[in-house]
T-cell receptor
Framework: GIQVEQSPPDLILQEGANSTLRCNFSDSVNNLQWFHQNPWGQLINLFYIPSGTKQNGRLSATTVATERYSLLYISSSQTTDSGVYFC????????????FGGGTRVLVKP | EAQVTQNPRYLITVTGKKLTVTCSQNMNHEYMSWYRQDPGLGLRQIYYSMNVEVTDKGDVPEGYKVSRKEKRNFPLILESPSPNQTSLYFCASWNRWGQPQHFGDGTRLSIL
């Protein structure tokens, strides 16, 4: 099956700082999503981005499908950005399940 | 509002007492799936469904049952819950391959 690796595993930021999270995957994909899991456990869908670049407020994401990676950018970070960020890719050969990376745990300090 | 609704959100129960976690979506999606999330193991698929009356096992189906009698509903059934099924459960739905999957808010189950 598809392997998904995220880096770094942990990130501590000062409020206002910028950061880049990376997601590498082992095979071509037609679905890549970024999620934010908040302290209450909810998975918030940030981006559906199998290729290209998208922006949503202070967050943006870029997927380079031919090179099998995706980047999530957080600009001017806020304490509410704390939580775990997951990327997930769809494995068509395995019932269309999403295979999740291990996540990047982000802590934004005031 | 497009959403996936899970109930209950939290449940503490005892070993062996049958329980059902409901999942309902209002987007007319064909595909639905259940995942469980455990520390150190990430999110793993339990069962999925491609349409009404069509279901298949995911990575960790043991101890679970599902049914898909209506397009909008995909309940997860634990016939005889055990402590190793204590976990955070998510239901998801999507329209077809290559479309974003929408997740419910999660159900935190504790089996004592």
């Amino acid at each position: 099956g598809i392997q998904v690796e995220q880096s770094p595993p942990d990130l501590i930021l000062q409020e206002g700082a910028n950061s880049t999270l990376r997601c590498n995957f082992s095979d071509s994909v037609n679905n890549l999503q970024w999620f934010h899991q908040n302290p209450w456990g909810q998975l918030i869908n940030l981006f559906y981005i199998p290729s290209g670049t998208k922006q949503n407020g202070r967050l943006s994401a870029t997927t380079v499908a031919t090179e099998r990676y995706s980047l999530l950018y957080i600009s001017s970070s806020q304490t509410t950005d704390s939580g775990v960020y997951f990327c997930a890719v769809e494995d068509k050969a395995a019932g269309n399940k999403l295979t999740f990376g291990g996540g990047t745990r982000v802590l934004v300090k005031p | 509002e497009a959403q996936v609704t899970q109930n209950p959100r939290y449940l503490i129960t005892v070993t062996g007492k049958k329980l059902t976690v409901t999942c309902s979506q209002n987007m007319n999606h064909e595909y639905m799936s259940w995942y469980r999330q455990d520390p150190g193991l990430g999110l793993r698929q339990i069962y999925y469904s491609m349409n009404v009356e069509v279901t298949d096992k995911g990575d960790v189906p043991e101890g679970y049952k599902v049914s898909r009698k209506e397009k909008r509903n995909f309940p997860l059934i634990l016939e005889s819950p055990s402590p190793n099924q204590t976990s955070l459960y998510f239901c998801a739905s999507w329209n077809r391959w290559g479309q974003p999957q929408h997740f419910g808010d999660g159900t935190r189950l504790s089996i004592l």
